[in-house]
């Protein structure tokens, strides 16, 4: 039985992934998929689309795969089904923008586990069921792992220090993956797209419906072009695939320009790597007494009364005396 798999299916990029392939019945590793199997924690919006797509071969796993026994249960269900997996679509991930002392414990956990340790860890899982099938195929026909990274992994990102460095992982595992997996005849693809029409932008900033701002919203791509042409470039066994002109650019710019030029620029495009402005708090008042008339004081009192008003200054700014 020949399958396609792909986590974090239940939106954005992986929707479009379970969407194109059920449509398509693509085929990788040889014959069509029988199943596709989609893994995702919103077991009703799977639930949805099986049923609007493809009630016999779509698959759900309703599952958080940063929970201690999602892998385990994946992994057991792998063993009793033995299956050629085809297609591996590895593309759940969150991220969470903020300077990095303002992004909680939790969050900078779950992008970590998520992004880099469940993704490598379920690659690890699925080969052994790629790679008896690429070792029958030839390279063009031979199973593909396509690993969604991103072109904030190409250099630091204040602002987004965590994510940034997390997708830089993704990108460095995947491209050793793909020289490691040529002998078999599979191909890791490297998919890296700057910003895309997705939830992704209301779960970074925790407001919903929140969209791209300032200059990333000039770079903001529809997830079916990406998917389709990502598609290609997996069949094509290509080992890095940078999505859009703009992302090109960023790409070489972030070989040949020096890093600290790089990092300067970000901190001057980007609000979140400022930190907050802080308001002065205003000056406290300071009320001088009042003067009495001098018609009602004694003779040579108003010197007097001039003197003791300067000391009360003088003692309101303690070390200007002198």
Same mark, same amino acid.
């Given at each position: 039985?020949?399958?396609?798999?792909?986590?974090?299916?239940?939106?954005?990029?992986?929707?479009?992934?379970?969407?194109?392939?059920?449509?398509?019945?693509?085929?990788?590793?040889?014959?069509?998929?029988?199943?596709?199997?989609?893994?995702?924690?919103?077991?009703?919006?799977?639930?949805?689309?099986?049923?609007?797509?493809?009630?016999?071969?779509?698959?759900?796993?309703?599952?958080?795969?940063?929970?201690?026994?999602?892998?385990?249960?994946?992994?057991?269900?792998?063993?009793?089904?033995?299956?050629?997996?085809?297609?591996?679509?590895?593309?759940?991930? *969150?991220?969470?923008?903020?300077?990095?002392?303002?992004?909680?414990?939790?969050?900078?956990?779950?992008?970590?586990?998520?992004?880099?340790?469940?993704?490598?860890?379920?690659?690890?899982?699925?080969?052994?069921?790629?790679?008896?099938?690429?070792?029958?195929?030839?390279?063009?026909?031979?199973?593909?792992?396509?690993?969604?990274?991103?072109?904030?992994?190409?250099?630091?990102?204040?602002?987004?220090?965590?994510?940034?460095?997390?997708?830089?992982?993704?990108?460095?595992?995947?491209?050793?993956?793909?020289?490691?997996?040529?002998?078999?005849?599979?191909?890791?693809?490297?998919?890296?797209?700057?910003?895309?029409?997705?939830e992704f932008a209301?779960?970074?900033?925790?407001?919903?419906?929140?969209?791209?701002?300032?200059?990333?919203?000039?770079?903001?791509?529809?997830?079916?072009?990406?998917?389709?042409?990502?598609?290609?470039?997996?069949?094509?066994?290509?080992?890095?695939?940078?999505?859009?002109?703009?992302q090109k650019i960023?790409?070489?710019?972030?070989?040949?320009?020096?890093?600290?030029?790089?990092?300067?620029?970000?901190?001057?495009?980007?609000?979140?790597?400022?930190?907050?402005?802080? *308001?002065?708090?205003?000056?406290?008042?300071?009320?001088?007494?009042?003067?009495?008339?001098?018609?009602?004081?004694?003779?040579?009192?108003?010197?007097?009364?001039?003197? *003791?008003?300067?000391?009360?200054?003088?003692?309101?700014?303690?070390?200007?005396?002198?």
């Amino acid at each position: 039985m020949n399958i396609a798999v792909i986590t974090g299916a239940s939106s954005g990029i992986g929707e479009q992934f379970l969407r194109q392939l059920a449509r398509e019945r693509s085929s990788f590793g040889g014959v069509p998929f029988e199943e596709i199997w989609v893994i995702a924690r919103r077991s009703d919006r799977l639930l949805s689309m099986k049923n609007e797509l493809d009630p016999v071969r779509i698959r759900i796993f309703p599952l958080d795969l940063r929970s201690d026994t999602a892998l385990d249960d994946l992994q057991d269900e792998l063993r009793k089904r033995n299956p050629a997996i085809g297609l591996l679509v590895n593309c759940a991930g *969150v991220g969470y923008n903020g300077r990095f002392e303002t992004v909680s414990r939790d969050k900078i956990h779950k992008m970590v586990a998520l992004n880099c340790s469940v993704l490598a860890e379920f690659t690890f899982i699925c080969l052994p069921y790629m790679i008896p099938t690429g070792d029958l195929c030839t390279y063009p026909t031979g199973p593909r792992v396509l690993n969604i990274a991103s072109s904030a992994g190409f250099l630091p990102q204040p602002g987004f220090a965590v994510y940034a460095a997390t997708k830089s992982f993704v990108i460095h595992f995947s491209r050793a993956l793909h020289a490691e997996l040529r002998i078999h005849n599979i191909a890791s693809v490297t998919v890296c797209p700057g910003p895309v029409a997705t939830e992704f932008a209301s779960v970074a900033t925790g407001i919903p419906g929140a969209k791209a701002k300032g200059f990333k919203s000039l770079f903001v791509v529809k997830p079916e072009q990406l998917v389709r042409k990502s598609i290609l470039a997996a069949r094509k066994g290509r080992g890095l695939y940078v999505y859009g002109v703009s992302q090109k650019i960023l790409h070489v710019l972030s070989k040949i320009l020096p890093a600290r030029f790089l990092l300067f620029l970000v901190v001057k495009l980007s609000k979140d790597a400022h930190p907050p402005k802080r *308001v002065a708090p205003e000056p406290a008042k300071v009320v001088l007494p009042q003067a009495s008339s001098a018609a009602q004081l004694p003779a040579g009192a108003e010197s007097v009364q001039t003197s *003791v008003q300067a000391a009360r200054i003088l003692s309101l700014y303690p070390g200007k005396s002198g």
